[in-house]
């Protein structure tokens, strides 16, 4: 009897000692990893959760879950690029609680208020969005535009030349409004259509871009902005800045449209004063995967230190891109130590955005059963 009690003891100690070598490997590996310095901010970005049945949403959660694992904490804000339904075309709500029923899953302890979702092409105006316009949030200033304000098909729509001048004057009263106080925090600007040249701008898609990219560009000089697109996930759209998974830093040179010229071909070069990415594809990718693109499904992550800004994109196998940018501006102290918050926001309509939440949620979760059971993504 003694015998076996003391193998099962030096068994239980074998145990103990593989599952403590394991965890510390596990420790290591995250500390020397690209979560090991601690940032003073963490960002997570992504856009276009479209798909018929909850897949989509998956993917967001799988990939989010690799992130995590790989040490990265509970974000400070997750800034989403609109499209939220494929099935329901233009009603986002359901998608919105499955993002946030998908984030709570991963971080336990996070706040699904944290995600911030910009209106998309395929997004009504709903309670759950918020106003276009700048907003304080603590350690960065936060510059949301929705599709009405800055939209799809910009040519075809009706006074759509006037909604971009509009929007950019707008812009540019908050900007030169930041300089004039001297207030050197960053500047993260997102919305669903991006600023470059595309093919889809032959049919008046982003037109326009133009009054945008010339008022930040010119703020870019003396503020560190990062702008944040969406959008071009369904074609070659993309390609020529790197598909699904694309970054340009300062002093890249991008194409812009040119709002006189409608043409396939026919757009200005300019170089970029500010960081400019896609937040990254959850629901679908077709553009192309050669040697210098990819059609990878992601998350971004932006990650804020005192004199520099580190740019992650995740896929469901790991890290796929790292890329930096050094700071105009470094972070003083204080502005490390200021909470960052998503407290600032208001939504369009908080009164019928929670009557919608405890309505919706039960139904959103029973269908969303019923579509993993039977395996439709």
């Given at each position: 009897?003694?015998?076996?009690?003391?193998?099962?003891?030096?068994?239980?100690?074998?145990?103990?000692?593989?599952?403590?070598?394991?965890?510390?490997?596990?420790?290591?590996?995250?500390?020397?990893?690209?979560?090991?310095?601690?940032?003073?901010?963490?960002?997570?970005?992504?856009?276009?959760?479209?798909?018929?049945?909850?897949?989509?949403?998956?993917?967001?959660?799988?990939?989010?879950?690799?992130?995590?694992?790989?040490?990265?904490?509970?974000?400070?804000?997750?800034?989403?690029?609109?499209?939220?339904?494929?099935?329901?075309?233009?009603?986002?709500?359901?998608?919105?609680?499955?993002?946030?029923?998908?984030?709570?899953?991963?971080?336990?302890?996070?706040?699904?208020?944290?995600?911030?979702?910009?209106?998309?092409?395929?997004?009504?105006?709903?309670?759950?969005?918020?106003?276009?316009?700048?907003?304080?949030?603590?350690?960065?200033?936060?510059?949301?535009?929705?599709?009405?304000?800055?939209?799809?098909?910009?040519?075809?729509?009706?006074?759509?030349?006037?909604?971009?001048?509009?929007?950019?004057?707008?812009?540019?009263?908050?900007?030169?409004?930041?300089?004039?106080?001297?207030?050197?925090?960053?500047?993260?600007?997102?919305?669903?259509?991006?600023?470059?040249?595309?093919?889809?701008?032959?049919?008046?898609?982003?037109?326009?871009?133009s009054y945008l990219f010339d008022v930040i560009n010119e703020a870019a000089k003396s503020l560190d902005i990062i702008f944040l697109f969406a959008h071009n996930h369904s074609g070659d759209y993309d390609d020529y800045i790197g598909g699904s998974i694309n970054f340009m830093a300062p002093g890249d040179t991008i194409r812009?449209?040119?709002?006189?010229?409608?043409?396939?071909?026919?757009?200005?070069?300019?170089?970029?004063?500010?960081?400019?990415?896609?937040?990254?594809?959850?629901?679908?990718?077709?553009?192309?995967?050669?040697?210098?693109?990819?059609?990878?499904?992601?998350?971004?992550?932006?990650?804020?230190?005192?004199?520099?800004?580190?740019?992650?994109?995740?896929?469901?196998?790991?890290?796929?891109?790292?890329?930096?940018?050094?700071?105009?501006?470094?972070?003083?102290?204080?502005?490390?130590?200021?909470?960052?918050?998503?407290?600032?926001?208001?939504?369009?309509?908080?009164?019928?955005?929670?009557?919608?939440?405890?309505?919706?949620?039960?139904?959103?979760?029973?269908?969303?059963?019923?579509?993993?059971?039977?395996?439709?993504?």
């Amino acid at each position: 009897m003694k015998q076996k009690t003391k193998r099962l003891s030096i068994a239980l100690l074998a145990l103990l000692l593989t599952v403590t070598l394991v965890l510390s490997a596990v420790a290591a590996l995250n500390e020397s990893g690209v979560f090991a310095e601690k940032a003073y901010t963490d960002l997570v970005t992504f856009s276009d959760c479209q798909s018929f049945g909850p897949g989509a949403f998956n993917n967001f959660g799988k990939v989010l879950s690799v992130m995590h694992d790989d040490g990265l904490p509970e974000p400070d804000a997750l800034l989403v690029g609109g499209d939220y339904s494929r099935l329901l075309n233009d009603y986002a709500t359901p998608g919105i609680i499955q993002l946030r029923d998908q984030y709570t899953a991963v971080y336990e302890n996070g706040d699904p208020d944290d995600i911030i979702t910009a209106q998309g092409n395929h997004d009504s105006r709903i309670p759950a969005f918020y106003p276009t316009g700048m907003y304080d949030m603590g350690t960065f200033c936060f510059y949301l535009i929705n599709e009405d304000d800055y939209p799809w098909l910009q040519l075809l729509r009706t006074q759509g030349k006037k909604t971009v001048q509009k929007t950019a004057k707008n812009i540019k009263t908050a900007l030169d409004q930041m300089i004039a106080d001297g207030d050197t925090r960053p500047v993260i600007f997102i919305t669903h259509v991006p600023l470059h040249h595309t093919t889809r701008t032959f049919g008046g898609d982003n037109l326009y871009a133009s009054y945008l990219f010339d008022v930040i560009n010119e703020a870019a000089k003396s503020l560190d902005i990062i702008f944040l697109f969406a959008h071009n996930h369904s074609g070659d759209y993309d390609d020529y800045i790197g598909g699904s998974i694309n970054f340009m830093a300062p002093g890249d040179t991008i194409r812009i449209p040119d709002p006189e010229k409608l043409s396939k071909t026919t757009y200005r070069e300019e170089t970029l004063n500010f960081t400019y990415t896609n937040c990254g594809y959850i629901g679908y990718s077709k553009n192309s995967n050669t040697e210098t693109s990819t059609n990878a499904l992601s998350l971004g992550a932006i990650r804020f230190f005192a004199d520099k800004f580190v740019f992650l994109k995740y896929t469901e196998d790991g890290l796929f891109r790292q890329d930096e940018v050094q700071r105009m501006h470094p972070a003083s102290e204080e502005d490390m130590q200021q909470a960052a918050t998503t407290s600032a926001l208001k939504r369009n309509n908080e009164k019928i955005w929670n009557f919608e939440k405890q309505i919706l949620e039960p139904v959103v979760r029973f269908f969303l059963k019923i579509f993993n059971f039977l395996g439709i993504k």
